[in-house]
């Protein structure tokens, strides 16, 4: 009987060490910096022109009235075109809450210094801005959505997209 609990025993610290050990791809580690694309990953698992390797926030969760960074760096096999549109579509429980259409060159792409079209290549900017709050929103909570992002050039192409989490923090009124 010993024996059997002693083995018992035995196995149970091996399996424990082992699944304390292993990564678990179902435990989201927050603020651990391991993930350069803060979550997001191309759409359907399709390769698309423009490839990111670096798509982050700071702060993240993003919160309202704070001064925001956002990074981007990547690969454009592809020449992003005057014209071309970004779409961010936000989720909340698989129900559209946001949709929105801007142009990509006037709001991304000419605050870093540079003007479309851009030719293909590497890329790594950042953006700074700062959230502006509105009399509708909510005070003192975090809010999570499921966000899609895209560019889209003048001709239809898709050049990316992207989907993963993004949270905002509303501060207290």
Do not use: H, W
Request: glycine share 8%.
């Amino acid at each position: 009987m010993n024996k059997i609990i002693g083995i018992t025993l035995f196995l149970f610290f091996i399996f424990s060490s082992y699944i304390s050990a292993v990564p678990n791809p179902m435990i989201k580690r927050q603020g651990d910096g391991s993930d350069p694309l803060s979550g997001f990953k191309p759409c359907n698992g399709t390769t698309y022109p423009i490839t990111f390797t670096k798509f982050s926030f700071d702060p993240n969760p993003i919160v309202i009235g704070q001064t925001l960074t956002t990074t981007v760096a990547g690969t454009s096999n592809e020449e992003i075109k005057e014209g071309a549109i970004q779409t961010t579509s936000a989720f909340s429980n698989g129900q559209l809450v946001f949709n929105q259409q801007t142009d990509y060159c006037k709001v991304s792409v000419e605050p870093t210094g540079a003007k479309c079209p851009l030719p293909p290549g590497d890329f790594d900017a950042s953006i700074t801005s700062v959230p502006a709050a509105s009399s509708n929103d909510p005070s003192g909570t975090t809010l999570s959505f499921d966000v899609v992002f895209k560019i889209i050039n003048p001709d239809n192409t898709e050049l990316t997209c992207m989907e993963g989490p993004f949270s905002i923090t509303f501060p207290p009124k």
